[in-house]
Nanobody, 120 residues
Framework: QVQLVESGGGLVQAGGSLRLSCAASGSIFSIDAMAWYRQAPGKQREFVARITSGGTTTYASSAKGRFTISRDTAKNTAYLQMNSLKPEDTAVYYC??????????????WGQGTQVTVSS
């Protein structure tokens, strides 16, 4: 059984910062990429940022220059540092991981989400 648990969401004023964490646990052989997505009310889930096992990062245009994704491979944990937050960043943020279980099967996992609310 694999779990992704996000934490760090909350309410912050515009211009403020938050740091999200995503910890993967359970029967994991290896993790390839970890990513963050978000879903605002009435909108589709959208990509925010991604980091590969080698440390290569990719960002949505809305996140570039304000958000930083990082990863602690030893802890199977990914982070999303969000600075200069805007009201339009308000959403539920979901962690995603592409990982290999002990049977060497690759699978895609999602966390339960953490709410980020940015007030104007």
């Amino acid at each position: 059984q694999v779990q992704l648990v996000e934490s760090g969401g909350g309410l912050v004023q515009a211009g403020g910062s938050l740091r999200l964490s995503c910890a993967a646990s359970g029967s994991i052989f290896s993790i390839d990429a970890m990513a963050w997505y978000r879903q605002a009310p009435g909108k589709q889930r959208e990509f925010v940022a991604r980091i590969t096992s080698g440390g290569t990062t990719t960002y949505a245009s809305s996140a570039k220059g304000r958000f930083t994704i990082s990863r602690d491979t030893a802890k199977n944990t990914a982070y999303l540092q969000m600075n200069s937050l805007k009201p339009e960043d308000t959403a539920v943020y979901y962690c995603n991981a592409v990982l290999q279980v002990p049977t060497r099967t690759w699978a895609n996992y999602w966390g339960q989400g953490t709410q980020v609310t940015v007030s104007s």
